[in-house]
Each structure stands twice: as C-alpha cells, then as structure tokens.
C-alpha cells in the first residue's frame, strides 16, 4: 500500500549535498518523489511508495549525508499523488 510523507529538514541541510544523498537514496529504494531548498534555509521533501522503503528513506533523512547537520525533522502524512521518479527542484 503506497504512502507519501512530507518532510521539512531544519540545520546546515544547504549547499551539503543533502538533497543528492536523499534522491539517491530514494531511487535505490524505489521511492518516488522530490526534494527541493526553501529560502529559509530548510529542506523539503516529498517521499511516495511503499511504506518500509518510504520509512528507510526517513531514517536516512534524519541524518543527511556527512557535511549535514539535522537539528529538527518535523513529517507528516499526506494521500499519495501517485508520482513517479525522484526529481531534484
């Protein structure tokens, strides 16, 4: 059964790579969705498919990739769009 999450990424989540790592992890786990930087210095993502590898992507969320600090993760639970691919905004 598909899932969709939304999640915002507060922290030095900017110019880290952290949206790179989340999409790669995303695509190796079959998760659709994007990831895209807000002005004010967050990071939003939008995570869709099955519920254990749209989990495992969460974990991987809360702790970004090495150069990335997450000081607060918050999500929450949407309906699924049904997206297809994980793209970089």
């Not at 989540?13 to 190796?28: D, E, T």
Request: a positive charge; aromatic letters at 6%.
């Amino acid at each position: 059964m598909a899932v969709r999450r939304r999640v915002i990424a507060y922290g030095q989540v900017h110019g880290v790579g952290f949206r790179a790592s989340v999409a790669r992890a995303a695509r190796q786990r079959g998760v659709a969705g994007w990831a895209r930087n807000r002005a004010d210095g967050t990071v939003e993502i939008v995570l869709e498919g099955d519920e254990e590898p749209v989990e495992s992507v969460l974990r991987f969320c809360r702790e970004g990739p090495r150069a990335a600090t997450v000081t607060r993760f918050e999500t929450s639970t949407e309906e699924p769009e049904g997206l297809i691919g994980f793209e970089i905004r």
